[in-house]
T-cell receptor, first 115, second 116 residues
Framework: DVKVTQSSRYLVKRTGEKVFLECVQD?????MFWYRQDPGLGLRLIYF???????EKGDIPEGYSVSREKKERFSLILESASTNQTSMYLC??????????????FGPGTRLTVL | AQTVTQSQPEMSVQEAETVTLSCTYD???????LFWYKQPPSRQMILVIR??????QNATENRFSVNFQKAAKSFSLKISDSQLGDAAMYFC?????????????FGKGTKLSVKP
């Protein structure tokens, strides 16, 4: 079974702190994604990566950065956390095979609270 | 740009009954994929069912089936014989056909409650 794990289920940080959210997948997937989930807004794509050291902005990249130094690991970084970044963060991965469904497999999520 | 709309923020169904969740989308593409994902309370999002736009036959997975109306750009999910474990947020999602990057566009979700 594909497994996507996230470093924390719950995280509480203070305004201005630098925050790292880690995601690891064990299926050798090329693509990895970071989403933010808020009530009434669904899932919004922050960043994605289709290869090591490659990254692309999603719909809401402002205030975030990412790092992918190894294929299995994709990190989301909040350089200076703000209260409006309080949210549920979901990581996902998918294979990079062209013409496949490219089903995305999701991690359990990290609920981040910024005080 | 493609958009996905789920017009029902919340739905409720009696156990053992059937419920249909609505999803419409907007695209100018002719080939694409559509998905329904389920997110149970405090649990991981999982894929329920998927449909390729070039296939006319509606996808079915056990008690879950879709009604795919390409011309109307509609992709509804029918859950038959509803069970308590079906209670969850359901998200409809769209993906462009071709390419390997697999970006999904999600609707805002429908929260399904199942009454015993």
């Amino acid at each position: 079974d594909v497994k996507v794990t996230q470093s924390s289920r719950y995280l509480v940080k203070r305004t201005g702190e630098k925050v790292f959210l880690e995601c690891v997948q064990d299926m050798d997937h090329e693509n990895m994604f970071w989403y933010r989930q808020d009530p009434g807004l669904g899932l919004r794509l922050i960043y994605f990566s289709y290869d090591v050291k490659m990254k692309e902005k999603g719909d809401i990249p402002e205030g975030y950065s990412v790092s992918r130094e190894k294929k299995e690991r994709f990190s989301l970084i909040l350089e200076s956390a703000s209260t409006n970044q309080t949210s549920m963060y979901l990581c996902a991965s998918s294979p990079g095979t062209v013409s496949s469904y490219n089903e995305q497999f999701f991690g359990p999520g990290t609920r981040l609270t910024v005080l | 740009a493609q958009t996905v709309t789920q017009s029902q923020p919340e739905m409720s169904v009696q156990e053992a009954e059937t419920v249909t969740l609505s999803c419409t989308y907007d695209t100018s593409e002719s080939d694409y994929y559509l998905f329904w994902y389920k997110q149970p309370p405090s649990r991981q999002m999982i894929l329920v069912i998927r449909q390729e736009a070039y296939k006319q036959q509606n996808a079915t997975e056990n008690r879950f089936s879709v009604n795919f109306q390409k011309a109307a750009k509609s992709f509804s999910l029918k859950i038959s014989d509803s069970q308590l474990g079906d209670a969850a947020m359901y998200f409809c999602a769209y993906r462009t056909y071709g390419g390997s990057q697999g970006n999904l566009i999600f609707g805002k979700g429908t929260k399904l409650s199942v009454k015993p």
